[in-house]
């Protein structure tokens, strides 16, 4: 007898940004899963200021680069090639998460730290144990964001500086399908990869639906103990968290979860 995959038929909401959004379709797609597209957030560059500008011409004095997205590599380089600014060559690469690692290593890049675990605290806690305390660490980083990397780095005593690369705003081209998808009862689960896409979903729909009715029979899956934090805040419960914080551990964190359960299948 032929095992049923447990994603089969399921509607998974994907809420990432567009251009990240396919990768996690097409996984989803493997998987027989039916991924409905509603992009929450979506990247737009930041000129750089003044102090950016300041920054950018030191930018060979420092010993680290800290990557938490693939984001934060994306606008970086933008803001290097519109300045005609080469990567500075002697600078370690840090790097949150396998995502951000393969985009850099993609590009051609070598990434000299990645954590253990996907998660601010553990790169903060790599980076002690391979720069000397005074190393100047540069952090490219959203305009509104976590800020916890660079306080830590500053407490071990490290020189840090923060470049405002991007900023992240919400995306509501997809809204009304969104809406009419949840109204209609069509979704079985609804993904969350970051605080942003949490803020943005509740954002774009708390005005246009009763959010409290449609979600009890969704199931909310988040890529990590930040982005459920955030669900929590919102006073949501949280029913998927992957162990591997990345987008085939919440894959599998889906999978295991719907092998346990017997709702059936939605669709579009």
Known sequence: MTKVNPLSEKVVMVTRSAEQAEGFAKLLEKEGAIPFLFPTIKTVPVEPDERANEVLSQIEN????????????????????KGGIRFPERAKIAAV??????????????????????????LVESIG??????????IPRARITREVIGPELEKMGFLVNELIAYETVPDDTRVNEAVTALKKDMVDAVTFTSGSTVKNFFLLLSDKIDLRKVLSSVVIAVIGPITAKAVREANFEVDVIPEEYTMPGMIEALKAYFSKSSKAGKSL
């Open 62 to 81: 420092f010993n680290a680069i800290v990557f938490t997205s693939v984001n934060s590599v994306k606008w970086f380089l933008n803001i290097l090639d």
């Open 97 to 122: 998460g396998a995502a951000t690692a393969a985009y850099l290593s993609s590009l051609g890049f070598t990434v000299d730290i990645i954590p253990s675990e996907y998660v601010a605290e553990s």
């Open 129 to 138: 144990k391979q720069l000397s305390s005074g190393s100047r660490v540069l």
